[in-house]
């Protein structure tokens, strides 16, 4: 089983909710990374995290908000999502930036009514 | 624009029918190419990476080999427990994009007992 876990697993929530999704990775790794994984669609990234605080956003609506408090916590948070937002959600992390393996989480998949 | 296509989509095969999936990809400078595993509705699970033309690597059926324009993940002998989606990544020398990996849209491979 993966060093990086994330909750809640599923999520149900209608377009006025807000909501958080939770990533934790125990390897001891300096980056972390969110994804979206649509059906039919490969995996797209959304955000970069660093030590160095460096955040990549990939042209994703504002409607989605990341944190990273520390190096082994990130989160993500919801607010008016839009039906096709619903996906599978990764959290992804790798020793560090620019190196090269990332290890995934167990997803979240999140349906928006 | 890094890019990544993988074929066939789908892939049956019968137990001890071996067989390969193909990874064609276009990127600025190869610092990695990645495969993946993954099971429905979790997240991706790590196999190889590869970083030069010629490189091979192997574990268990699995056999993953690298040109200048594609992968292949050949599978041997392939057991039902081999079911699942194929993922591959690639990542650029664009070091302002960061650890950012491109993934293709996978293959889906189901073997039948």
């Known amino acids: 089983e993966t060093g990086v876990t994330q909750t809640p697993r599923h999520l149900v929530m209608g377009m006025t909710n807000k909501k958080s999704l939770k990533c934790e990775q125990h390897?001891?790794?300096?980056?972390m990374y969110w994804y979206k994984q649509s059906a039919k669609k490969p995996l797209e990234l959304m955000f970069v995290?660093?030590?160095?605080?460096?955040?990549e956003n990939n042209s994703v609506p504002s409607r989605f908000s990341p944190e990273c408090p520390n190096s082994s916590h990130l989160f993500l948070h919801l607010h008016t999502l839009q039906p096709e937002d619903s996906a599978l959600y990764l959290c992804?992390?790798?020793?560090?930036?620019?190196?090269?393996?990332?290890?995934f989480g167990p997803g979240t998949r999140l349906t928006v009514l | 624009e890094d890019q990544v296509t993988q074929s066939p989509e789908a892939l049956r095969l019968q137990e001890g029918e071996s067989s390969s999936l193909n990874c064609s990809y276009t990127v600025s400078g190869l610092r990695g190419l990645f495969w993946y595993r993954q099971d429905p509705g979790k997240g991706p699970e790590f196999l190889f990476t590869l970083y030069s033309a010629g490189e091979e690597k192997e574990k268990e059926r699995l056999k993953a080999t690298l040109t200048k324009k594609e992968s292949f993940l050949h599978i041997t002998a392939p057991k039902p427990e081999d079911s699942a989606t194929y993922l591959c990544a690639v990542q650029g020398s664009d070091r302002a994009a960061g650890n950012k990996l491109t993934f293709g849209g996978g293959t889906r491979v189901l073997v039948k007992p």
């Open positions: 390897l001891g790794h300096n980056a």
């Open positions: 995290y660093s030590l160095e605080e460096r955040v």
């Open positions: 992804a992390s790798s020793r560090g930036w620019g190196t090269d393996t990332q290890y």
